[in-house]
């Protein structure tokens, strides 16, 4: 006869709930080692915690508890990442904040390089927004910030009257990019006709990197005829996306990065719990799939790229 239960067990929805807060388990590794091309380790870390170690489950509430000691969660990020073979991280800035804090990590941990910008979403809500780009500006040329971004055009969250905003701090992080000597990486939601337009008319630096790519193969050729890079996230996984993976198969190697965008866009089979730059191995070898290449030859070719686009770590 079973024993009487003293503890009441949880539901399947608050079992999902609970989920849905912590990370997932380390996929298998990489043969070769890849950079996550933009990450967001300060937003990370701030909702969701700290990332597992292999098969070791975490919790964002108390990541410390099982050892008693105090947890430095860049670094937890960053060994977390390198155990699976994502070696190198691009920690993007999206505000003034964001901006000075990646250039602080930049700084302090030799696995991660930054960018700074202004989101074209926070563009539009700055009350004074040629300041807040003096800051970025100023942050723009030193060594360990490598790219600009990421800025753009968003007409998922911004209606029409924030658009001349975007606009104008999208030409204006296109202008610091050149004038430093740094990637440009691109927000485009969308918006991909007025994207390009703003980049022919403008004219784009030297490097130009589509941040979580969302267009069609038509979309990824016209890119790729620019010479602009496309980072695919965990996007390409989903079932949904067979036309991003189309784009993916039309694309040369040499123009793919992979990424995070972490903690969103969690790749499948974890959709739904928090990202982090170790989940990178599930959407590589989504790519893999998708454009028919050799798994060694793709990390190969997305850590050349990587370093082109980013310089060496």
Same mark, same amino acid.
């Given at each position: 006869?079973?024993?009487?239960?003293?503890?009441?067990?949880?539901?399947?929805?608050?079992?999902?709930?609970?989920?849905?807060?912590?990370?997932?388990?380390?996929?298998?590794?990489?043969?070769?080692?890849?950079?996550?091309?933009?990450?967001?380790?300060?937003?990370?870390?701030?909702?969701?915690?700290?990332p597992p170690r292999r098969e070791t489950a975490v919790s964002a509430a108390d990541? @410390?508890? #099982?050892?008693? =000691?105090?947890?430095?969660?860049?670094? !937890? *990020?960053? %060994? +977390?990442?390198?155990?699976?073979?994502? &070696?190198?991280?691009?920690?993007?800035?999206?505000?003034?904040?964001?901006?000075?804090?990646?250039?602080?990590?930049?700084?302090?941990?030799?696995?991660?390089?930054?960018?700074?910008?202004?989101?074209?979403?926070?563009?539009?809500?700055?009350?004074?927004?040629?300041?807040?780009?003096?800051?970025?500006?100023?942050?723009?040329?030193?060594?360990?910030?490598?790219?600009?971004?990421?800025? @753009?055009? #968003?007409?998922? =969250?911004?209606?029409?009257?924030?658009? !001349? *905003?975007? %606009? +104008?701090?999208?030409?204006?992080?296109? &202008?610091?990019?050149?004038?430093?000597?740094?990637?440009?990486?691109?927000?485009?939601?969308?918006?991909?006709?007025?994207?390009?337009?703003?980049?022919?008319?403008?004219?784009?630096?030297?490097?130009?990197?589509?941040?979580?790519?969302?267009?069609?193969?038509?979309?990824?050729?016209?890119?790729?005829?620019?010479?602009?890079?496309?980072?695919?996230?965990?996007?390409?996984?989903?079932?949904?996306?067979?036309?991003? =993976?189309?784009?993916?198969?039309?694309?040369?190697?040499?123009?793919?990065?992979?990424?995070?965008?972490?903690?969103?866009?969690?790749?499948?089979?974890?959709?739904?719990?928090?990202?982090?730059?170790?989940?990178?191995?599930?959407?590589?070898?989504?790519?893999?799939?998708?454009?028919?290449?050799?798994?060694?030859?793709?990390?190969?070719?997305?850590?050349?790229?990587?370093?082109?686009?980013?310089?060496?770590?």
């Open positions: 006869m079973l024993a009487p239960m003293t503890e009441q067990t949880e539901t399947r929805k608050q079992r999902a709930a609970r989920r849905a807060g912590e990370f997932p388990p380390a996929p298998a590794s990489l043969p070769r080692p890849v950079p996550d091309s933009h990450t967001h380790l300060d937003i990370t870390i701030s909702a969701a915690g700290v990541p @410390g508890a #099982d050892t008693g =000691r105090a947890v430095d969660p860049v670094q !937890a *990020a960053v %060994e +977390a990442a390198t155990e699976v073979g994502v &070696d190198r991280l691009v920690q993007v800035g999206v505000d003034v904040d964001s901006s000075r804090w990646g250039v602080e990590v930049a700084q302090r941990y030799p696995a991660v390089v930054a960018t700074v910008a202004l989101h074209p979403n926070e563009a539009p809500r700055l009350a004074e927004l040629d300041e807040a780009l003096r800051v970025v500006e100023s942050l723009a040329g030193q060594d360990r910030v490598r790219g600009v971004g990421e800025t @753009g055009m #968003d007409f998922f =969250r911004t209606g029409e009257d924030g658009r !001349a *905003a975007q %606009e +104008a701090s999208f030409r204006a992080h296109i &202008d610091i990019a050149k004038r430093y000597g740094r990637t440009l990486v691109v927000h485009d939601r969308d918006a991909h006709a007025d994207v390009l337009r703003i980049l022919d008319d403008a004219g784009a630096p030297e490097t130009v990197v589509m941040h979580c790519f969302s267009g069609d193969a038509e979309f990824a050729r016209a890119c790729v005829r620019r010479g602009y890079l496309l980072s695919f996230a965990g996007t390409v996984t989903f079932s949904s996306a067979a036309a991003l =993976r189309e784009a993916a198969a039309v694309t040369p190697l040499d123009h793919l990065l992979v990424e995070t965008d972490a903690p969103y866009l969690t790749p499948v089979p974890h959709r739904g719990r928090p990202n982090a730059s170790y989940l990178i191995p599930l959407t590589v070898r989504a790519l893999a799939a998708a454009t028919g290449s050799d798994l060694d030859e793709l990390c190969a070719a997305l850590s050349r790229t990587g370093e082109r686009a980013f310089g060496p770590w």
